[in-house]
């Protein structure tokens, strides 16, 4: 009996490490070179659209992504959040962390031993599918990298309606307010913001704004994709 639990574990092992190694190879290279024309521009504020200045900071110090959103790459997303593909999540954090210790070295400061914070989701969101991506992608990430994680430190108190669809002028206001530091938490000075993809800026910068408030003093803010309206 356990001689055949064995090998069924070790068969189920295999066949996961081969189909994981596959969706690797499905994977365009990673662009951690930020080109324009790989990520897009991160995030377009208003001076840099001509139009007068921001009305607030970004609360964030440095904004980095792998990919742009789309093709095999927003497959690959979308496989892994809709479709219950979770297995790609360890694939992601292992091109980050690549792309930490390699092409991005040098934008970290010396001696950052950040803590890993994954943006969270609306808990319906998280009842639907059993998980979140962001958490799955930090968790390893942090294993990798030799950096603690705390996937509950924020957690998302509101928001009107999904982002997901909302068009840029209403983003921002629709996640104003909607996340929160968990009750009795110590804020680390350093955090690693984790999400899967980045649109307007508007989710992150609220999750960083939050952070900010109670204590954070430098975020660097880690994503998949950047994606753009």
Not at 11 to 31: D, F, N, Q
Not at 37 to 48: D, H, L, T, V, Y
Not at 90 to 100: G, T
């Amino acid at each position: 009996m356990r001689a055949r639990l064995r090998a069924a574990l070790t068969t189920a092992t295999r066949e996961l490490s081969a189909e994981i190694a596959l969706l690797r190879t499905l994977l365009p290279p990673a662009t951690p070179d930020l080109s324009p024309g790989a990520i897009g521009i991160w995030p377009a504020c208003r001076e840099e659209q001509g139009l007068p200045p921001c009305p607030q900071e970004r609360p964030f110090d440095l904004a980095l992504s792998l990919f742009a959103y789309r093709e095999k790459v927003r497959e690959g997303i979308r496989a892994a959040k809709y479709a219950g593909r979770s297995d790609v999540a360890h694939i992601f954090a292992r091109m980050l962390h690549e792309a930490i210790r390699g092409g991005w070295a040098d934008r970290f400061p010396a001696g950052f031993r950040p803590t890993i914070v994954p943006v969270p989701i609306r808990p319906a969101k998280y009842l639907q599918r059993g998980y979140n991506l962001p958490a799955l992608v930090a968790l390893p990430l942090g294993r990798l990298a030799g950096w603690p994680c705390d996937p509950l430190l924020l957690r998302r108190t509101g928001e009107l309606r999904p982002q997901a669809g909302s068009p840029r002028s209403l983003r921002e206001e629709n996640i104003r307010g909607a996340f929160a530091v968990r009750p009795g938490a110590r804020v680390p000075p350093g955090i690693l913001l984790v999400d899967d993809v980045v649109t307007s800026g508007a989710t992150v910068a609220a999750c960083a704004r939050t952070l900010k408030n109670a204590g954070a003093a430098h975020i660097v803010v880690l994503t998949v994709a950047r994606a753009n309206l």
